[in-house]
């Protein structure tokens, strides 16, 4: 499990089953740059990905002011996943090997 993908609801198996798809597909196309190749997530498109996830919690209990362990020590939820597993899984379906750095 990694940020933003624990549940408060449904089952951690389905997002772990669609983070090892994206997993699976990003080692492919690392396998197609060689022995030492590298692959590097663009910084604009990590930042724009959190910036979209942060808005998500928008209206949602999660983000009502309440305190809780969900939250860091700035209020900002970096442990729960905003919405429903399918688009969890809609959302990791597809690698787009042009959202990262090819390098080696």
Do not use: I
């Not at 919690?57 to 309440?66: I, K, R, Y």
Request: glycine share 8%; net charge positive; with cysteine.
């Amino acid at each position: 499990m990694g940020p933003n993908t624990g549940l408060g609801h449904s089952s951690v198996v389905h997002m772990m089953e669609s983070q090892m798809n994206y997993l699976m597909q990003y080692l492919e196309q690392l396998e197609k740059g060689g022995s030492n190749a590298r692959l590097d997530l663009k910084p604009q498109v990590q930042t724009a990905y959190n910036k979209h996830l942060q808005q998500q919690f928008d209206g949602t209990v999660w983000n009502s002011g309440c305190k809780s362990w969900y939250l860091n020590n700035k209020g900002k939820n970096t442990t729960l996943y905003p919405r429903l597993t399918a688009a969890f899984r809609k959302a990791t379906k597809t690698f787009n090997p042009n959202d990262y750095f090819v390098s080696g």
